[in-house]
Every structure is written in structure tokens, then in C-alpha cells.
């Protein structure tokens, strides 16, 4: 019987004003590594483990008010307080309101919240 196709992961493509600050972001204060930077600076991956998030760079006020007000990515971890203890000298330097610390879910999820530069709000979580 041959290989079966598999699907391996998914990364969501997030509209952003500056893919190489965000990717910077990215790296500097959630520890994601840079995959790819466009010559052009148009579009962009960051990776961390087998999570990516992909950037394409736009300056349509709807699209970033879209990355702003409606896109949130949930990344899931093992190990969520070691990992926001880990962050959390980079995430002190975030402006006020950009992080809340990890707390329970009433449905078995224990996670924290970045929002990046753009608005986009991650969801860092573990289940219980």
C-alpha cells in the first residue's frame, strides 16, 4: 500500500504593517526563530517548534484593522508557566494592556495572552 498523504501543520498569514519589525518582535520577545524575510520585505515566517506564523505586509486600514480587532492565533505549548517565566523579562517591556498572565479556563485550558505589535492577540495554551 503506498504513503498515505499527510498534513504535517498549518500557520496562519497575518496582514501587517512591517513584516521585518514583526518578525523581530517575533524573535526578540516570544523566541520564535525567522525563516524567511523577503528581499522586499513583503511577506515573512517565524517558527517555533512546529508552529508558524506567516506575515504579508499590507497598508490597507481594513486588513490591519482585521489583524487588530478579529485575528487571534491559539499556539499550544507543554510546559506554559515555564514558558511565560521564560518570557516574561521581554514581555515586561511591552507596553500596558499587550499581556495578561496565565490563568485557567473553566473548560480545562490554562494559558496566557501577547498581543503583537499589529493587535494580533495569541493565545499561548495548555490543557489541563
Known amino acids: 500500500m503506498p504513503d498515505r498523504p499527510e498534513i504535517l501543520n498549518a500557520a496562519t498569514i497575518v496582514p501587517v504593517r512591517d513584516v521585518a519589525a514583526t518578525l523581530e518582535f517575533y524573535e526578540d ?7 524567511l524575510l523577503a528581499e522586499d520585505g513583503s511577506f ?12 504579508i505586509a499590507t497598508d490597507d486600514a481594513g486588513a490591519l484593522k482585521a ?14 508557566d515555564a514558558l ?10 511591552l507596553p500596558e494592556g499587550r499581556v495578561r498572565p496565565p490563568f485557567g ?11 503583537d505589535p499589529d493587535g494580533c492577540l495569541l493565545f499561548f495554551a495548555e490543557r489541563n
Open 84 to 93: 511565560y517565566a521564560a518570557l516574561k523579562p521581554q514581555l515586561n517591556t
Open 29 to 35: 520577545v516570544l523566541g520564535f526563530e525567522r525563516k
Open 44 to 55: 515573512g515566517i517565524a517558527e517555533c517548534g512546529e508552529a508558524a506564523v506567516e506575515f
Open 67 to 80: 489583524t487588530a480587532t478579529n485575528i487571534a492565533l491559539t499556539i499550544r505549548v507543554r510546559g506554559l
Open 105 to 115: 479556563q473553566p473548560y480545562g485550558v490554562r494559558e496566557f495572552h501577547v498581543k
